[in-house]
């Protein structure tokens, strides 16, 4: 019987021994080790919390004790202990267990969390309405890997120093983001863990916080040691751990970045393998490499996930100082791109879709309000089976509704070459690009669109009766709608594929309403808000119908990809049902 | 002639001696004092920049060096400086210039700037492209008075000090922001002033910034001495400088938050006379402080802007702990307020629909995908004549379209109040309001509606052909719609109060479909995203028609309310008159 097993709440981490603990880490590391290469998940960053982990259970009294996880990926080793190791140990039962804190699991979770930096500001709101109630106990966050460049945990550290009792950040300090770290506060750090945490430059005792460092930040004894001089403070209080990310896993060690995140399957696997296909990924990095080898001012950014787009280290050698990633700091990355612009760069800024939410306010003023000429790819746009905290359905209305701004959706690789290389020459307006997120697919010939002419649909396919609107990921659909049309009604529908997201085409909308009656539109992502309900309004004036396919506005929490399309009716059988009923 | 009447350009600046540049000083303090007068705008921060923004024209050689002004509300002493005096001395002309940054004006203005917390990121791209490009001059960004407590500045810092090269950063520490400044952050300031920048805790430092420091920072010749210093530095350099906020102007330094920014018409008036009268304003404080006397956990919240609000200081004091201003910090007081909501607390949020959207991940991933339940109220939101950095109209667009986030809009106190208190009492829902942007109006009876049935409008009054569904500020817009209607056409229009935002009420559209023709919907804010597309997209497979009021996606700028009104169709006259043409 591992340890383990024999672990069922924390209450049991109590009883343990230093050396039983010790093989608890080791019980853990397994464990994690177990699911990931079954389901896929974080590693990294998770093997290297387990010792902290154990002694934070080991010393503070959870749930009355509260812990707040940032970066909520590093939550395997707490899950473990806290009732759920079965989501680790038993394949059958992994996906019943997310990635991610969740109090639906477990009352040792007490939010939601996905996204990074958000653990000390909610940790200080934890904390004010005990001090409010006159309640008693410790109130802990866990930040670090990478996720301290965030603003938010800047402001969240501001606020939490003025709290003036009991809050202890644990600052997991693994010389790491998701990438290498970047910035300024990085290099405190480093001269921090240079000096066993003696440093004169202290950042955070420079803005008010007690400070203590453990050097051996995987040593179960010395991090019970301080968490128990901390525990019960009545101080903000930093706790300065340095870990190894990684740890127990050679590869994920020597190569921290690949094995931050990875897919099921790799133990045991030859990784070697490099593939040679054409991918979004792969055509926008040589478009990024030649622009640099031709000497021009090209800057590729990424906000600390360069393995989403593929910038691998090769590739980031080869742009050198045309290559800027900012850290998580995705506020920065748009402000930054817009400062590079206007000075006559030409910056060309990847991020996820589910990450440029955490900037709203630079794309508007930033960027929008000075037309800035930027390039922003929006990477893994489209309904998933994702968890609820990392969906990529929000960024069409989150974008497309903020003025000025030019966002494409294009539907083969010709056409996004076309529009990549429209954004990156012209100089006039702020554009974004929702790189599609599926399978490359080439038309075979080349697009020669002259994409300054804005809001400008494609007419693809020209029919009667039934108009298809199909945007982006969503095309394909769109084409297997026209044909399913044909062969139930006997018809041919007009395909158009709008290209713009962020307009309708006045001119062809209005050529419409002459031979057709109804209008639909697909887009990959959430309806409201989004493209399809600016082509609605567009027909409310006229007896033409309008049926506007996407998501709902709702969290999913990793609901089969099937499962939503049939919720949603995104199968061309479904779609021609709905078209039926109104034609 | 006055020293001022002489500068057409900084090169004027540069001929003059110190004793010149002195008188200069106080010219540049009389402009500000009549424009403000006479137009409205800022006092205080600019008031305090006087010198420092003489001495950076006097050393560095604008345009080719760059400033980059953060709170471009500081910028007027610059402006005076480069060919736009007109705008403060000439009545007249003073709406020819605006209250903040402007390429269009000026080409010593890089940005259109209106937010805080930007310029170091801005000028990092900046500075980035220059070295790209292999140029070379100085780029000075100036941030400051409360602007530092901002996510996007310390991301900003964070990678400025990675650059490598000449950037340089000044840091107006005029001991305040809008309101006095909060966060461990200014605590490190006030040590750096109490040792003439010699404390040995040095936040700036610590990032790897070089760090010089002005006592005197509206003493001309010594800043002159320090700017001498850093130019053509290449190192990321801070040159912190203590100012006095308000300087000149006696009422502004006895009351800096008073005089932040002022109305006209304040030289030789009598500010003593309170306003008695009922407004949002206070029945919100009202509401808050009535809590707070029974002893309950509520926390009234504010970012930096307690003024807007009306939580003046007797108002603050009187909530005491109760009362959190977070400053300029609107990511922290988002997941903030979720920490207090989560762990039993009534957090209370105030925020300006302008500066909502400096925080949209937390909306969606701290509050809404948890569910807390937090009261945000947003205030201001609607079509105005501001500046473009500060237009209110797109809330709706960025708050309605976040799953689990209920956003209501009431249309007079009584439904305030119930919605209000609602929102505060439940458990289940994140809950915004928008505040009237209006004058208080009373229906009379008290508001009894169970607003935990979500998305249920209210049947004002029923009646036939078109269906006026009117949301919020536009509610009386849309009682006079119906007169007219009734005036013009003879009939009786239906009348709805939708009070949510976030959805349609399915049942009660679904009626309209039987004697209804025409829909049409008014809200005050974009269309691109907002609640009438909704609307619009319910009725898409019907064959009634809807007609969206509200603005169009742009960004205006200080154009009248009235022109707005009748570009987008936001008369009673112009409404109906658009109705005839469908009907």
Redesign the interface.
């Known amino acids: 019987m591992t340890v383990l097993e024999t672990i069922n709440s924390p209450q049991d981490v109590k009883k343990l021994s230093v050396e039983e603990m010790n093989m608890l880490a080791q019980d853990i590391r397994d464990g994690i080790l177990k699911r990931v290469n079954t389901i896929g998940g974080h590693l990294g960053p998770d093997l290297g919390i387990a010792e902290a982990t154990i002694a934070m259970h080991y010393v503070f009294d959870s749930p009355k004790d ?1 812990f ?1 996880f940032d970066v909520s990926h590093q939550v395997y080793p707490h899950k473990m202990l806290t009732g759920r190791k079965h989501g680790f140990l038993e394949p059958s039962k992994m996906h019943e267990i997310s990635g991610y804190s969740n ?1 639906k699991e477990s009352e040792h979770d ?6 990074t930096s ?1 653990s000390v ?13 006159g309640e008693n106990y410790n109130v802990i966050a866990l930040i670090g890997d990478g996720s301290l ?14 709290l003036n009792s009991n809050i202890i950040i644990i600052v997991n300090d693994n010389e790491m983001s998701i990438a290498p770290n ?4 990085y ?2 750090l480093a001269e921090l863990r240079n000096t066993n945490g003696q440093a ?4 955070f ?5 007690d400070y203590y460092y453990v050097e051996e930040g995987n040593n179960i004894e010395k991090l019970i040691d301080v968490f128990k001089k901390v525990k019960d403070t009545d101080r ?1 209080t930093v706790v300065h751990i340095h870990t190894l990310k990684g740890k127990g896993y050679e590869p994920a060690v020597a190569d921290k970045e690949t094995y931050h995140w990875h897919l099921p399957g790799f133990l045991n696997s030859n990784e070697s393998s490099v593939n040679q296909e054409e991918t979004y990924n792969s055509i926008t990095k040589d478009f990024l490499l030649d622009k640099k080898q031709k000497g021009e ?1 090209v ?1 590729a950014i990424t906000a600390a996930t360069p393995g989403v787009f593929d910038f691998n280290p090769e590739f980031r050698l080869k742009m050198g ?2 290559f ?1 990633d ?2 998580i ?1 995705e ?2 990355a748009i ?11 030409k ?1 060309v800024l990847a991020l996820m879709s589910s990450f440029v ?6 794309m ?3 960027l ?3 037309n800035s000429p930027a390039t922003v790819l929006i990477y893994w746009g489209g309904i998933s089976g994702a968890d ?2 990392h969906l990529c359905t ?1 960024d069409i ?2 974008i ?5 701004i030019v966002y494409l959706s294009p539907v083969s690789k010709e056409e996004y070459l076309a529009m990549l290389e429209w954004s990156y020459s012209q100089n006039e307006h702020t554009v974004f690009i929702r790189v599609p997120a599926i399978d490359l697919v080439s038309d075979g010939t080349s697009d020669n669109t002259d994409y300054s002419q804005l809001n400008k649909y494609k007419l693809v396919e020209k029919g009667e009766k039934v108009a298809v609107i199909a945007a982006g990921n969503f095309f394909g659909l769109g084409r297997q709608v026209r044909e399913e049309i044909k062969k139930q009604l006997g018809f041919d529908a007009t395909l158009i594929n709008p290209r713009f997201l962020t307009g309708v085409d006045s001119e062809m909308l209005e050529n419409l309403k002459k031979d057709h009656s109804v209008v639909i539109t697909l887009e990959d992502g ?5 493209f ?3 082509v ?2 567009f ?5 033409v ?4 396919f996407g998501s709902k ?3 999913t929490d990793r609901v089969p990809l099937e499962e939503l399309y049939n919720r949603y009716h995104l199968t061309k059988e479904l779609i021609v049902q709905d078209v039926k ?2 034609l």
């Not at 970047?182 to 506060?185: I, N």
């Not at 939410?357 to 630079?362: E, M, V």
């Not at 027909?539 to 007896?543: C, E, L, P, Q, V």
């Open positions: 509260k707040v109090p007490h939010f939601v969390i996905g996204h958000t500001s909610l940790a200080t709101g934890v904390a004010k309405a005990r001090d409010l109630k460049s965030g603003g938010e945990a800047y402001e969240g550290f501001n606020n939490a120093a003025e970047q910035g300024g506060l290099k405190n004169q430059v202290n950042v005792k420079a803005i008010g916080f903000p001012p800057v100082k045309n800027t900012v850290g700091a506020e920065h402000a930054y791109a817009s400062g590079l612009a206007k000075n006559g760069a910056p939410q955490r900037t709203y306010d630079q508007s003023q930033d929008a309000l000075n609820m905290t929000f209305p989150l497309s509704n903020i003025p000025n959430e309806l409201d808000g989004g399809g309900e600016k609605t309004r027909f409310g004036n006229s007896s119908k309008v049926l506007n506005k709702e969290f009923e109104v």
